[in-house]
């Protein structure tokens, strides 16, 4: 998701509003038990500030339901997101933003960092976050704003990240992806294996890239590193030479004719393969999910050099006090029991804790989303048309190999402005 955004907010929530009902795949899931919500003289209400990755109607009425806690989601970009709490921090109560982002707003001072000793769930994320590596011990690549690099600050009022685990931590852990080339194989009709494909002059046209700087910069590092122009020392943190060769391939490609378009926003992304505009591109597994919900080929294309990935959380804004903060502690608990957990599984995206998350899918739904194996029964989207025949397997198997095979992450380069512009200038070239 992004950025985020990344994934940008609005087409995202659109993507949720789309398929809500997702969550009912699996029949008896039912509410998460344990949240009595009992009627209180002063309502409840928080302001959710986020890129849509993790909103949906469902998940606030199921909130609403267990906890009494209203959320009001603020929907922006990863860009405006970020711009919002640089200057407008009593403008919401809890954030969503991505880990690449927290380079930018720690040393702000605008967002409060949480007790992990408040989160009932903390000791059950997934060693992704904290240890930078799979339930089953595989290293993850840890090139870019790896989510480990930034999770914990010094102390409660700290604006330094701590390279070892504190009490206090920068964003809880919610959602993450792992995310790759999406591809129409009913008009490519032959394997495609690496990114470097990308730039392949057979698809002249016909292929497109995310135009989000912090995101599409690492895609594009993963292209040209796959066609043996250049090997970065690290992608996630480009020197300004590297910055300016990585910007001159692509604008080579595109002066050649190669895009068809730059997208940034979700529904841009669907449309432009839907459509057969595009048959390569950057892409985010829930989108190649709606793709494939409208009865359209479309694959998620796991690739030999490995996955590029982002990750999200919840922090709070500096102006959160009393109450309120005791809310945003309710709510991130909640958040984390399983309810939501299960609702994005079921976009194609990854929990925070998988324990709480598969206890709320159907053995069928957590064997085909996250262990790699052939469905055995059919899986639909929420409209009820066929999403997955019985017998389908997810493209790139299971969480294992696919979290396993990241090889970088979004970021924020210590270059990133002279990026962003270089970046800017490629898009308008």
Do not use: H
């Not at 594009?220 to 020392?233: H, S």
């Amino acid at each position: 998701m992004t950025e985020t955004t990344k994934k940008t907010g609005v087409s995202r929530r659109t993507l949720l509003k789309s398929t809500a009902g997702l969550a009912g795949l699996a029949a008896g899931s039912g509410a998460i038990t344990g949240f009595p919500y009992v009627m209180s003289a002063e309502p409840k209400v928080l302001r959710y500030l986020g890129t849509a990755v993790n909103e949906g109607d469902d998940i606030s009425k199921q909130c609403l339901k267990d906890t009494g806690i209203k959320i009001e989601y603020i929907t922006a970009t990863t860009d405006d997101v970020t711009k919002r709490v640089m200057t407008q921090p009593n403008s919401f109560d809890v954030l969503d933003t991505e880990y690449f982002s927290l380079k930018k707003l720690v040393p702000s001072g605008n967002i409060l960092a949480l007790d992990s000793k408040k989160i009932k769930e903390f000791d059950n994320i997934t060693p992704v976050f904290t240890k930078g590596e799979t339930p089953g011990g595989k290293k993850i690549g840890n090139q870019g704003t790896a989510p480990w690099k930034v999770l914990y600050l010094e102390g409660k009022d700290s604006k330094t990240f701590s390279k070892t685990a504190t009490e206090f931590v920068t964003l809880i852990p919610t959602v993450y992806n792992a995310d790759t080339l999406g591809i129409r194989p009913d008009i490519i009709k032959r394997p495609i294996s690496s990114w470097a494909e990308l730039l392949n002059p057979e698809f002249k046209g016909k292929a497109s890239i995310l135009n989000i700087p912090s995101i599409g910069i690492m895609d594009a590092a993963m292209v040209v590193e796959a066609t043996g122009k250049y090997k970065y020392a690290d992608k996630g943190n480009m020197t300004k030479e590297e910055i300016d060769l990585t910007m001159k391939v692509m604008t080579e490609a595109k002066k050649a004719g190669q895009f068809r378009a730059f997208w940034k926003d979700f529904n841009e992304s669907v449309n432009l393969m839907a459509s057969g505009e595009t048959v390569i591109q950057s892409m985010w597994s829930p989108a190649v999910t709606k793709v494939r919900s409208m009865g359209i080929a479309c694959t998620f294309q796991p690739l030999k050099e490995g996955y590029r990935s982002w990750a999200s959380g919840f922090c709070v804004s500096k102006g959160v006090s009393g109450p309120k903060l005791d809310w945003a502690y309710e709510f991130v608990n909640w958040f984390l029991s399983g309810y939501a957990g299960a609702y994005l599984n079921r976009q194609g995206y990854y929990s925070a804790v998988l324990s709480t998350a598969k206890a709320n899918m159907e053995p069928y739904e957590w064997a085909y989303w996250m262990e790699g194996k052939p469905a055995e029964k059919d899986i639909k989207a929420p409209d009820g048309s066929l999403l997955e025949k019985a017998g389908a397997v997810r493209d790139g198997g299971s969480y294992e190999e696919r979290m396993g095979g990241v090889a970088c992450w979004n970021a924020v380069m210590d270059e990133n402005d002279y990026m962003v512009r270089k970046w800017n200038e490629f898009i308008a070239a």
